[in-house]
């Protein structure tokens, strides 16, 4: 499979660049982390839409100060791997960056300096005298994701053949059906995490039964499934490095 003409790759921040979920790393250090979980379950289970789910995440971090939050998100864990691709693919000359409908402006900030990354978008925040208060436009969503791609890929003037993504769940998928190449990755993320939550078998199973169909979802409209939780396995997909010969 000849890739040399891919120029761009996005990559999904929660699950694939980081490893994990900020926006529950940063609950579980602050002490709610559960009730994230409850409202991520209710979106899978059909109780509540994305919307619903945000704004109610959102009064959880009301009233933060940023004082408190900052050095957490400083020290959430990157993906394994995730430097040294981002280090590989710079110096081949690809543009890199994340767009994410789960992590804030605020956060993937701190990423894009951390990475090193060309661009990072993310649901915007207020702050207000050093205290989080609400949200403030754009929030990404899995409706409007692909559109804010298409908007950097034509910033940088590239078609979207000559872009890859790389994605760990569904609000991927309508980004895969259009670039050129739409890697699947760490699929299993939100079940791992969920999977914490306290349920009676049968929440339980019907939870997984659910989650097992997105990620089959994710797996059949990507280009490419990777199930090794190592980011440097996309780097014998692009061709920076050949592959180990087992």
């Known amino acids: 499979m000849a890739l040399k003409n891919y120029k761009l790759v996005e990559f999904d921040c929660d699950g694939v660049l980081i490893d994990g979920y900020v926006s529950l790393y940063v609950a579980d250090k602050l002490g709610f982390g559960m009730k994230i979980r409850e409202i991520y379950k209710d979106v899978i289970t059909g109780l509540k839409n994305f919307s619903q789910a945000v704004n109610e995440s959102l009064k959880l971090f009301i009233g933060l100060k940023e004082s408190d939050v900052s050095p957490i998100l400083s020290d959430i864990p990157l993906m394994a791997g995730a430097e040294e691709v981002i280090k590989a693919?710079?110096?081949?000359?690809?543009?890199?960056?994340?767009?994410?409908?789960?992590?804030?402006?605020?956060?993937?900030?701190?990423?894009?300096?951390?990475?090193?990354?060309?661009?990072?978008?993310?649901?915007g925040v207020k702050v207000k005298n050093g205290v989080f208060t609400g949200i403030a436009p754009p929030i990404i969503s899995m409706r409007n994701?692909?559109?804010?791609?298409?908007?950097?890929?034509?910033?940088?003037?590239?078609?979207?053949?000559?872009?890859?993504?790389?994605?760990?769940d569904v609000s991927n998928v309508s980004l895969f059906k259009k670039?050129?190449?739409?890697?699947?990755f760490n699929t299993d993320c939100l079940r791992h995490e969920l999977e914490k939550l306290s349920l009676s078998d049968k929440d339980k199973a019907s939870l997984i039964s659910k989650l097992s169909f997105a990620e089959m979802k994710v797996k059949y409209h990507a280009h490419i499934i990777i199930d090794?939780?190592?980011?440097?396995?996309?780097?014998?997909v692009l061709n920076v490095i050949k592959a180990k010969k087992h």
């Open 145 to 168: 994701k692909y559109y804010y791609f298409v908007k950097i890929a034509k910033k940088y003037d590239f078609d979207l053949s000559e872009c890859v993504a790389v994605g760990d």
């Open 228 to 236: 090794v939780k190592n980011l440097t396995a996309i780097l014998p």
């Open 179 to 184: 670039v050129g190449l739409g890697i699947a």
């Open 89 to 123: 693919l710079k110096k081949k000359g690809f543009i890199l960056g994340t767009i994410s409908t789960g992590a804030s402006q605020y956060f993937v900030d701190v990423l894009k300096h951390r990475l090193n990354l060309d661009f990072a978008l993310g649901t």
